[in-house]
């Protein structure tokens, strides 16, 4: 049977020949591969021969600066010894192995140089094991460099370092190099990498276009560079090329590049004549031309011998070749002696690529010669071998598919790409054509643009005006209005007015309350234009919301005789966000509108209804109604009406406008519909931005009764016997006034004489100058905005020294804007308060402030007395610390710049557990890193509380805060919020440090 296959075998050539192209194109990979590894040397054509012995000497002489000069010499002198006519391919490794083992011990940051290196040894070793070992080398020391032209180089050269056949598990490896320059604008770069391509994908048959047009479009970059690599790269391509005709049958294109290629033999390193000639054995093999393969095999045979390459991957092949030939010829047994020569070479540099086809001929060959014993044991070397590449070949099949699609992608890419050029050309002359009509256009629209350009700044210019008057107007109105409010609450307050003075002052008061509003409605409005005003939604249940807000005005409308009625036919508990604030805006403008125009006897309705996904509030009354004329324009700012019969009524056109632009602004709607001599109606629809959840508590809980917590006991130290001294003292406390409105200072210091002393200053610088002069202040209390030092200069300088830090700083100011708050806040300030304001608030919160200073100054000066082991009893009894005349003897202690940072740190670390209800001052002490007796001192030295009354100032400041911006709607909300249970005793004890209810700020 094998004597027949012999028969058939030999009898038909094309059949010989398909044979041929089967078995060899594993050989040409193999040398396609190998001139790809070489392609990347990275050194030129040497001229002249190094002088090893003249760097040597060089580098003993400065052996730290030398290195890396020396070991590019060794590197050229392996060049010089690649070339003809002086090739010895022991010296180029010799040389090779020198450069690396001297770079290898350098200690110095040269990655990129060591890199190099590497490359050019595994270029041009013929070791494949060394070749593997440079590579790796190779890769580990360009991932410590930046470039990614070089870890290009590595990867590739990586995928390429195979002497056996096409492998697809190096996609991923292809890949990753590619990604690495492919973005690259370098036009040697891109050469490169399209080079690079067309090697890769021209050994897999379904790739055959795609990488023939890589590299003819590498070729036609470097058929016009005439640089040493450049020639080499060339080479490359002429081989490749080759390679892929002589595969696709056509014997004519792939002569014409053979013969390409031996006409750059004599510019090329040596092994390139050995490359070119193992390549002339196996085309005129393929093509049946026996004699010419017969005399290039021979050549490289005499090539081999004469530079020493028989244990190499070139005599391998060499060798193989000439026994084919002779097989081929029917000399059997010299086809034997070289197939054996074959694979005694592979067992020496361990390369078994082509085993299975050396036994299969040897097998043929003793079944020829009529040795079957023989033959059949070489038939089962070829069937183990064979084993082996077939579970190659099933692995490449797997990734077959996946280059397949990765090629369709690329050629896709390519056509893309081009469409797109295509495109880019046409919108070229497109924009080309529009720019010239552009251009005729331009110098006409030129004079329009200047004017228009003019009038936006002249614009601009008029609305910072504008917003800046605004502000100051705002300034301006709310400090005749503390004026105003102030003394009028105090006076209310004395009960010593009759009844008709009484409500004469009421009177005034409640008028001056209305000028504050609209200055707010002012403000709101200049803040609207400027796309400064902010929503501040939070969850409210609506009902308690809106039901507070008509409740306020049952009162004045029963005294006009109206019927006022309140429908709520939504959900009993629903839950939304919103803008509790700008809301009640809106619905008061829309009831006091109402109540204003409805007569007596007549009917105000309020209906809350759900629609689809709005809430549906609406406000109607049975007054005199709008003008159809006017009815359009009555959301216009500052609109009046227009009819001559009108009523002369007064109103600024403000509130109606407000309210529109409020609604939008919550993203609802107001809307109008009036009947002249009827009545009106107001619908505002608010989207519903529904929460889930249990209810909040509804607003009016303060009088409920929970169980009383120990954290705000003052069993620690009862400050009755220090008040009592207080107010014993002769040598009352100096507050330093710091006001630029003369009437404003005198009133501020008419309400505190008669409890403090009083010393007054202008403006902040000079607060400051009265401070350096050594002036025995408490307290300051400052206004914000004053010339030449404002509060926020005067209160940043103070907190920076630690002479001054530690004094009580008041801002009290009529800038309500909560940024506003928030900076001083920052800067440190200890309390803040906005005009108008009350007299007991004022009083109060300056108290509370100076009696924290005083428990400090008194423990400071206890515990220095008795010492730090008594510091826990030394409050109980301070009477120790009198004079004969019974004044308390403390002298002020200071604290520094870092002691306050110390309690800003403890600040911050109580109110990240506020809400817990369990937080006591064991885990404060814990979360500072202190005793419970260590943060008790280190508070009263610095604080004056003891940690109790500090956490009690923490939580009642911060549901200060939650009130003033509308965080919680309920007096019980504020309270939980902060850690608390109990109502009832959290408004008193809110009274008594801020002197007012918390139910004030709802």
């Given amino acids: 049977m094998l004597k027949k296959r012999l028969i058939i075998f030999y009898s038909n050539s094309r059949f010989r020949a398909s044979i041929f192209s089967r078995i060899f194109i594993p050989f040409i990979t193999i040398y396609g591969a190998i001139c790809s590894i070489q392609s990347q040397s990275l050194s030129s054509l040497p001229l002249v021969k190094p002088d090893a012995v003249a760097a040597e000497q060089a580098y003993k002489l400065s052996p730290q600066n030398s290195i890396v000069p020396l070991s590019q010499v060794y590197q050229d002198l392996a060049n010089w010894f690649r070339y003809e006519p002086q090739y010895n391919q022991d010296s180029v490794e010799f040389y090779v192995e020198k450069s690396v083992t001297l770079l290898e011990s350098s200690s110095g940051s040269i990655n990129e140089v060591i890199t190099e290196t590497y490359l050019r040894a595994a270029s041009w070793t013929l070791q494949p094991k060394k070749k593997l070992l440079f590579l790796e080398k190779a890769q580990i020391s360009s991932e410590k460099t930046g470039n990614n032209l070089l870890k290009y180089r590595v990867l590739f050269n990586k995928v390429n370092n195979s002497w056996a056949e096409y492998n697809t598990s190096f996609l991923a490896v292809f890949n990753q190099a590619n990604a690495l320059i492919e973005n690259e604008t370098d036009p040697s770069v891109q050469a490169e990498l399209t080079l690079g391509i067309g090697i890769y994908y021209n050994r897999n048959a379904n790739a055959r276009q795609f990488a023939l047009s890589r590299l003819f479009k590498s070729l036609d970059y470097y058929k016009q560079k005439t640089d040493a690599e450049s020639l080499k790269s060339l080479s490359l391509i002429y081989h490749h090329l080759h390679n892929r005709y002589f595969v696709d049958g056509q014997a004519d294109s792939a002569e014409f590049y053979l013969r390409k290629t031996e006409e750059l033999l004599p510019q090329l390193p040596a092994l390139a004549r050995v490359r070119y000639e193992s390549l002339c054995v196996t085309f005129y093999k393929g093509i049946n031309k026996l004699d010419q393969a017969l005399i290039h095999s021979e050549r490289t045979l005499a090539l081999i011998e004469q530079y020493h390459l028989v244990n190499t991957p070139h005599g391998l092949h060499a060798v193989f070749n000439a026994g084919h030939i002779k097989h081929i010829n029917g000399d059997y047994d010299k086809a034997i002696e070289y197939y054996k020569q074959t694979l005694a070479i592979g067992d020496k540099i361990d390369m078994h690529s082509i085993d299975i086809d050396i036994w299969d001929y040897l097998a043929k060959v003793y079944e020829k010669k009529g040795d079957f014993d023989k033959a059949l044991e070489a038939y089962k070397e070829h069937m183990a071998a064979r084993s082996i590449r077939l579970d190659l070949n099933y692995h490449n099949a797997t990734k077959e598919l996946e280059i397949k699609y990765d090629v369709s992608a690329k050629e896709q890419a390519i056509a893309k790409q081009q469409a797109e050029r295509r495109l880019l050309w046409l919108a070229i002359g497109f924009f080309i054509l529009l720019s010239v009509i552009l251009v005729i256009f331009y110098f006409r629209e030129r004079r329009n643009k200047s004017i228009i350009e003019a009038q936006s700044a002249h614009l601009q210019q008029l609305d910072a005006l504008k917003t800046r008057f605004f502000a100051n107007v705002s300034?301006?109105?709310?400090?005749?209005?503390?004026?105003?409010?102030?003394?009028?609450?105090?006076?209310?307050?004395?009960?010593?007015?009759?009844?008709?003075?009484?409500?004469?002052?009421?009177?005034?008061?409640?008028?001056?309350?209305?000028?504050?509003?609209?200055?707010?409605?002012?403000?709101?409005?200049?803040?609207?234009?400027?796309?400064k005003l902010e929503l501040k939604e939070d969850k409210h249940v609506v009902y308690g919301l809106i039901r507070r807000i008509v409740a306020n005005f049952e009162s004045s409308a029963e005294m006009q005789n109206l019927r006022f009625t309140f429908h709520y036919k939504a959900d009993q508990y629903l839950q939304l966000m919103l803008d509790s604030d700008k809301l009640e805006k809106i619905l008061n403008n829309l009831l006091s509108n109402a109540v204003k125009f409805t007569p007596t006897n007549g009917n105000i309705t309020v209906n809350v209804e759900e629609e689809n996904n709005y809430l549906k509030i609406t406000v109607s009354d049975t007054g005199r109604g709008i003008h159809p004329d006017d009815l359009p324009h009555i959301f216009n700012r500052f609109y009046q009406s227009s009819q001559t019969d009108a009523l002369i009524e007064g109103g600024t056109g403000i509130g109606l406008s407000l309210s529109s632009e409020l609604a939008k602004l919550m993203g609802g709607t107001l809307t109008a519909q009036s009947t002249l001599g009827k009545g009106s109606v107001f619908v505002f629809n608010l989207p519903k931005k529904e929460i889930l959840g249990t209810a909040k508590i509804a607003e009016g809980?303060?009088?409920?009764?929970?169980?009383?917590?120990?954290?705000?006991?003052?069993?620690?130290?009862?400050?009755?016997?220090?008040?009592?001294?207080?107010?014993?003292?002769?040598?009352?406390?100096?507050?330093?006034?710091?006001?630029?409105?003369?009437?404003?200072?005198?009133?501020?210091?008419?309400?505190?004489?008669?409890?403090?002393?009083?010393?007054?200053?202008?403006?902040?610088?000079?607060?400051?100058?009265?401070?350096?002069?050594?002036?025995?202040?408490?307290?300051?209390?400052?206004?914000?905005?004053?010339?030449?030092?404002?509060?926020?200069?005067?209160?940043?300088?103070?907190?920076?020294?630690?002479?001054?830090?530690?004094?009580?700083?008041?801002?009290?100011?009529?800038?309500?804007?909560?940024?506003?708050k928030l900076k001083a806040l920052r800067i440190g300030v200890d309390d803040y308060l906005i005009k108008p304001f009350e007299e007991d608030e004022l009083i109060a919160r300056i108290e509370n402030l100076l009696r924290n200073v005083q428990f400090r100054h008194v423990f400071t000066k206890n515990e220095e007395v008795l010492g730090s082991e008594h510091a826990n009893e030394v409050i109980a009894d301070d009477k120790n610390d009198t004079n004969t005349e019974g004044e308390v003897l403390i002298e002020k202690p200071k604290i520094s710049v870092i002691e306050m940072a110390w309690l800003a740190e403890l600040e911050v670390s109580v109110m990240k557990n506020l809400h817990d209800i369990d937080y006591s001052v064991e885990r404060m002490a814990s979360d500072m890193a202190l005793s419970r007796t260590q943060l008790f001192r280190k508070l009263k030295q610095l604080a004056g509380l003891s940690p109790q009354q500090y956490l009690q100032e923490v939580r009642l400041n911060h549901a200060l805060h939650l009130l003033e911006t509308q965080q919680v709607d309920s007096v019980k909300a504020a309270c939980y919020a902060v850690g608390l249970l109990q109502v009832k005793h959290f408004s008193q004890l809110f009274q008594e440090r801020f002197g007012k209810l918390p139910s004030t700020y709802l």
């Fill in 475 to 531: 300034h301006e109105l709310r400090t005749p209005l503390t004026l105003m409010l102030a003394p009028l609450s105090t006076i209310l307050k004395s009960g010593t007015l009759d009844n008709r003075n009484f409500t004469l002052v009421r009177l005034v008061r409640q008028n001056a309350q209305n000028l504050l509003k609209l200055v707010n409605e002012i403000l709101d409005l200049n803040k609207l234009e400027a796309n």
């Fill in 701 to 820: 809980a303060e009088d409920q009764v929970v169980e009383v917590l120990d954290d705000f006991s003052t069993d620690e130290m009862s400050p009755s016997v220090l008040t009592a001294q207080m107010s014993n003292n002769s040598h009352r406390k100096t507050i330093l006034i710091v006001e630029d409105n003369k009437s404003l200072r005198e009133y501020l210091t008419l309400i505190l004489e008669p409890h403090y002393q009083i010393k007054k200053a202008e403006n902040g610088q000079i607060a400051l100058d009265l401070l350096n002069k050594k002036a025995d202040i408490d307290l300051i209390l400052s206004d914000v905005m004053m010339p030449v030092m404002d509060g926020f200069q005067l209160l940043s300088s103070l907190k920076t020294q630690d002479t001054f830090c530690s004094i009580p700083f008041v801002m009290l100011t009529a800038r309500a804007e909560m940024q506003d």
